[in-house]
């Protein structure tokens, strides 16, 4: 299939820019900059209407500029508010968000209504996006843009992410903590300058934003995220833009956004790493472990009582007491690894693989017990529920000593003769 | 042969009200050293102060006889644990690492040289196994050994640590104290703020009790005193029966 060439633009415009958006969002996120993002996308509108009022015509690169300046005025103004005054931050952020966008509208509105060139401007498509009209000479910029703040990101990745992860630290290396911050708001603002005529200034925030929170559920590390921020930013661009394509009368910066918002929701419940599902069946798969571990112990101790080495259900529940549905489950898997087999009615009995690794379980048991009662200062920082064996925790020397106690006491679980 | 430390009238002001006073600090040997002084005495401050994190009012801090900005490279660094967010995306390992930075600089990338002596700093805290784990996943007493590992990786000849003993069990004080008395033998120099007064004798050889001005300090034997601890902790009396056994204690703790 053959896209028209105005497609092709405006797909790859708005794709570059969610990349971008995504890549850089990233950074602010972890650095707890969004918000800043946020004031700079709102205090940017008036600085577009009065550049377009200077110059008396639409020209993108121009207005971009104006964007930028009121932009970063905005974010000045808000740093001197808590700085100089007693307002706290998110009072600051709110409010000279809203007073920059509320000027920002009169000036559009103030615009639409002046004269023929006003009306035709076309100022609100900022206000909420629209991607219909890109260019490739838009295109073009938004490319140079991306390919800036993709260079800087790869060339300060170690210092971005120190300063994110532990700005003192940063600092007492001698490090210029306040020039790199600085540098990472720039590139912030140019991704949310560039993104304000597809997106809008009402919602550019949230493709910055998006992107780095559904990917921090899929991953525990920086570069990786960083990536993954920067594919879904330009999934989220290339879907949105596709999907406002085909409903004209709806402005873009919605439907790009919801497409992240459905992004979020997906990586929210399937991320492997922190989403909901991973982690419930994580938990899930956490008790069905130690269910069966405690089942195999208990079947060893009553293998070892009944002279043929087999038990009943209730010969176990003797031991185990739990609900019958996890004893079920528990048994179930038990068998399914072989290593519990059925006998004849009813009865049961540990495999020759099974009684071994019951005496390895009841083993580690015991070691851990007795650690929490030999080493509770020990224990309490290294104990771990999902670890059958010890050794990998402790020194070797206490487990031979808790080792060497159990075996005195006449405690060390054995083989069943 | 200058001062390991040099700290020359420091006054550090929030809005007027003085956090330091006019602190006077001079250390001359390498020292296992405890900064002392009850709660808003200004300890942490006194630190940041030295290392550039907070501004001065007034002062001036040498570090072997240069400024701290020309001895950056010597300069290790243990912040408070709860400074950071420990659900930041990076691993043990990549932490551990960052103590190489200062090394390598702005622009340059840890190499295979950086991962290894990183992996062998790590060993010396005994958290090997958990390279690549998240730093979240790890208890609060083994993620203060991942950053006195990241401190180790700074190959510093002078290192200030933000209560390195806060919060952790008895096994890992004990850990932590090993290697700080390692490092001291091998002729480093460590100023550790400490909350612990019953402690202080038995690891710290050289104390500074601090309540907004320096009270006192000096080596342990000699400062570490009723008279002294009376001053800086004023009525606090709880604290200083606490202190009383510990000076009766004395070296004969294990």
């Not at chain 1, 007073?99 to 004269?115: A, C, E, N, P």
């Not at chain 1, 035709?120 to 843009?145: C, E, H, N, P």
């Not at chain 1, 661009?237 to 790009?256: D, K, L, N, Q, Y």
């Not at chain 2, 952790?168 to 490092?183: G, N, P």
């Amino acid at each position: 299939m053959m896209l028209p060439y105005n497609t092709l633009v405006v797909l790859s415009g708005v794709g570059l820019l969610g990349a971008s958006a995504g890549l850089v969002g990233a950074f602010a996120v972890l650095r707890k900059r969004s918000l800043t993002g946020d004031a700079l996308a709102h205090a940017a509108l008036p600085g577009l209407c009065i550049a377009f009022l200077l110059l008396g015509e639409r020209n993108l690169t121009a207005m971009l500029l104006g964007a930028l300046a009121s932009g970063v005025l905005g974010n000045m103004v808000i740093a001197a508010l808590v700085r100089w005054t007693r307002v706290k931050e998110d009072a600051a952020i709110g409010t000279v968000l809203g007073g920059f966008f509320g000027l920002g509208v009169v000036l559009v509105t103030g615009i639409q209504h002046m004269s023929s060139t006003g009306s035709k401007a076309g100022l609100d498509s900022y206000i909420l996006g629209k991607t219909a009209g890109m260019t490739a000479g838009d295109v073009y910029l938004i490319l140079a843009a991306s390919v800036a703040c993709l260079a800087v990101v790869l060339l300060l990745f170690k210092e971005f992410k120190l300063i994110a992860f532990d700005g003192d630290f940063a600092r007492s290396l001698g490090w210029p903590v306040y020039g790199l911050d600085l540098l990472l708001m720039t590139l912030v603002a140019v991704a949310v300058v560039i993104g304000l005529p597809a997106v809008g200034v009402v919602l550019m925030a949230a493709l910055l934003i998006m992107p780095a929170a559904a990917a921090r559920f899929w991953t525990e590390r920086l570069g990786r995220m960083l990536a993954l921020s920067g594919a879904f930013g330009l999934a989220i661009g290339v879907i949105g833009t596709s999907i406002s394509a085909t409903f004209a009368v709806m402005p873009a910066g919605p439907i790009i956004v919801l497409t992240g918002t459905a992004f979020f929701l997906v990586s929210m419940l399937a991320g492997t790493k922190r989403g909901v599902v991973a982690q419930s069946l994580r938990h899930r798969k956490f008790r069905r472990d130690l269910a069966e571990r405690r089942l195999l112990r208990a079947a060893l101790e009553v293998s070892k009582l009944s002279g043929n080495a087999t038990f009943t259900r209730d010969d176990l529940r003797q031991r185990f007491v739990t609900t019958s549905a996890e004893l079920e489950r528990a048994l179930d898997d038990a068998i399914r690894h072989g290593a519990i087999e059925p006998c004849s009615s009813g009865t049961y009995r540990l495999s020759s693989e099974g009684k071994l690794r019951a005496v390895e379980i009841a083993r580690g048991h015991r070691l851990w017990e007795a650690l929490l009662v030999e080493y509770p200062e020990l224990a309490s920082s290294v104990a771990d529920l999902g670890s059958v064996s010890i050794t990998p925790h402790v020194p070797s020397e206490v487990v031979e000593d808790l080792t060497a106690r159990l075996r005195a006491a006449g405690e060390w679980p054995e083989l069943a003769p | 042969m200058p001062a390991v430390l040099d700290i020359h009238d420091i006054t550090v002001a929030y809005q007027r009200k003085p956090v330091l006073w006019d602190v006077d600090l001079t250390i001359e040997q390498p020292q296992l050293a405890a900064i002392i002084g009850p709660n808003g005495a200004g300890k942490s401050t006194l630190i940041k102060a030295v290392l550039g994190l907070v501004p001065t009012a007034s002062g001036s801090v040498q570090v072997f006889g240069q400024s701290v900005a020309q001895m950056r490279k010597r300069i290790g660094y243990v912040p408070q644990r709860e400074s950071v967010d420990w659900d930041f995306p990076v691993s043990v390992l990549d932490v551990v690492l960052m103590g190489t930075y200062g090394q390598l600089g702005l622009f340059r990338r840890p190499g295979t040289a950086q991962w290894r002596f990183a992996h062998e700093c790590l060993a010396k805290v005994g958290l090997e196994s958990f390279a690549n784990r998240q730093i979240g996943q790890l208890s609060g007493g083994q993620q203060q050994r991942v950053f006195l590992a990241r401190a180790l990786a700074q190959q510093a000849d002078i290192y200030f640590m933000d209560e390195p003993m806060a919060g952790v069990d008895a096994a890992t004080e004990r850990i932590i104290f090993e290697l700080l008395k390692e490092l001291r033998a091998g002729g480093k120099t460590i100023v550790a703020v400490h909350h612990d007064l019953r402690t202080v004798p038995h690891y710290f050889d050289y104390v500074a009790l601090l309540n907004v001005r320096l009270v006192a300090s000096g080596p342990t034997e000699q400062t570490f005193t009723e008279e002294n601890l009376r001053k800086t902790y004023g009525g606090r009396l709880a604290l200083l029966d606490a202190a009383g056994d510990a000076l009766q204690a004395g070296s004969a703790r294990p």
